[in-house]
């Protein structure tokens, strides 16, 4: 009976608390500073960003094309540039157009989404310059049985309530996508 497996439980004891400390003092110097950048004008509930999720007439239309083989896949985001929204503006309606894009495909199609996460889910932004160009791209989407999903705000910043923003088409093969957007221009 030596002493050892006390020194070793000692030695552990130590190395274990000091692996906390160090942890502890890790997070205390990590926390304040994290909160410290998000402090200002652009953190509060005001400024967050909602829409209003309407499914009115995207639903109805089959989400019927298909991938082949290793065929390039891309979602493209269609941001309305008369707006004049920020950037932080228009990364949250892209987003919300990006979500309400996958949430349709992933019920009516998902081997598609399947095929565009597997090939690098390629996300393009491009730019029209009115809602009446934002309804015409998504009709034309829909009769080539593509995913078309326009976003309207909520309207609590920066725009009129129920205002299109933003339109997601896709996912789908890029050869497809192109004949409705491969006139316009990259955002
Ligand atoms: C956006 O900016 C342009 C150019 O400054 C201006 O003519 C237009 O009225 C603005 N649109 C809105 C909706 O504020």
């Known amino acids: 009976m030596s002493s050892t497996p006390n020194l070793w439980g000692t030695a552990a004891a130590v190395g274990l ?3 906390l400390i160090g ?26 960003d909602y829409e209003t999720d309407s499914e009115a007439g995207d639903t109805d239309a089959l989400q019927n094309v298909k991938a082949e083989g290793d065929e390039p896949c891309k ?3 269609v941001v ?3 707006l004049n929204m920020t950037k932080g503006k228009i990364a949250a309606q892209c987003g919300h157009a990006t979500l309400a894009c996958y949430k349709t495909l992933i019920r009516s199609n998902p081997a598609l ?22 309804q015409l791209l998504q009709a034309s989407a829909q009769s080539l049985g ?13 725009v009129d309530p129920g ?10 093969p890029v050869r497809v996508i192109n004949q409705v957007t491969g006139h316009l221009r990259l955002l």
């Open 17 to 19: 608390a000091s692996g």
């Open 23 to 48: 942890y502890f003092v890790g997070v205390g110097a990590t926390l304040p500073i994290t909160r410290g950048l998000e402090k200002g004008p652009q953190a509060n509930d005001e400024e967050s």
């Open 75 to 77: 979602l493209v985001l």
């Open 80 to 82: 309305r540039s008369d």
């Open 113 to 134: 989404i399947k095929h565009w996460e597997r090939t690098g889910q390629a996300k393009i932004a491009l730019k029209c310059e009115s809602e009446e160009d934002l």
């Open 146 to 158: 593509v995913c078309a999903r326009s976003i309207q705000d909520a309207g609590r910043t920066q």
């Open 163 to 172: 205002t299109t923003t933003v339109l997601g088409i896709g996912p789908a």
